[in-house]
């Protein structure tokens, strides 16, 4: 059976955060509040998140400046963010949230429908990566047992591709974003379905490398 995720919804109203429960609700996973950026930060402390949805115009430390606590930290660097605000999105902020590594806009009152989708993309890739490292473990355990070292030769040729990889990516993300006043839908969709792939990558090759930490 596959383990539910946990999915952080970070908003200072909770009549925001009660929206945001009844869109997801459906998803059956595991929806985790947070009032305030501080609170959010204690919660990744401690919980792997699949994805947080993280409102942008909060008091004291806004959502930019917590995106930017989230990443760096190793543990949760790569957890996927969704900005949540109720104005309307200029060039200005959409550098700075692609510089905190957001992947997402959404502008309030959202459509429930779109924010689920969303929701359920990052949650499928969470499960999938979890079963990945399963995967991969027992291919290192196998590598180990016929080679007596974990395919330390393979495992460095692959990385060497998914660094690469990565490396166009990012190039192809900041495209899209100096797109963003003309969206183009179809580069949008097949950027998120290449990020997918090279993510199912970067973690294959990492437990490759050896257990984590």
Not at 74 to 97: N, W
Not at 102 to 129: C, G, N, T
Not at 156 to 170: G, K, Y
Not at 173 to 186: A, G, L, S, T
């Amino acid at each position: 059976m596959t383990q539910k995720a946990n999915i952080l919804l970070v908003d200072d109203r909770d009549e925001n955060l009660i929206a945001l429960e009844a869109a997801l609700t459906s998803l059956d996973q595991n929806l985790v509040r947070a009032n305030s950026g501080e609170e959010a930060l204690k919660h990744l402390l401690g919980t792997d998140f699949a994805v947080i949805l993280l409102d942008v115009i909060m008091p004291g430390m806004d959502g930019y400046e917590t995106a930017a606590h989230i990443k760096q930290r190793e543990k949760t660097k790569d957890v996927p963010i969704i900005f949540l605000t109720a104005q309307e999105v200029d060039r200005h902020q959409v550098f700075r949230g692609y510089s905190s590594r957001a992947v997402d806009f959404l502008i309030k009152p959202f459509d429930p429908w779109v924010l689920r989708s969303k929701v359920e993309v990052f949650v499928e890739l969470h499960q999938l990566k979890a079963q990945m490292r399963e995967q991969a473990r027992s291919l290192q355990r196998v590598l180990s047992q016929e080679t007596g070292e974990p395919g330390k030769l393979l495992a460095e040729q692959l990385s060497q591709r998914s660094r690469q990889v990565q490396t166009d990516l990012t190039a192809l993300r900041e495209h899209v974003v100096d797109k963003y006043q003309e969206i183009d839908q179809p580069l949008v969709d097949a950027v998120r379905r290449v990020d997918r792939s090279a993510s199912r990558l970067s973690t294959l090759v990492d437990t490759l490398h050896g257990p984590d930490e």
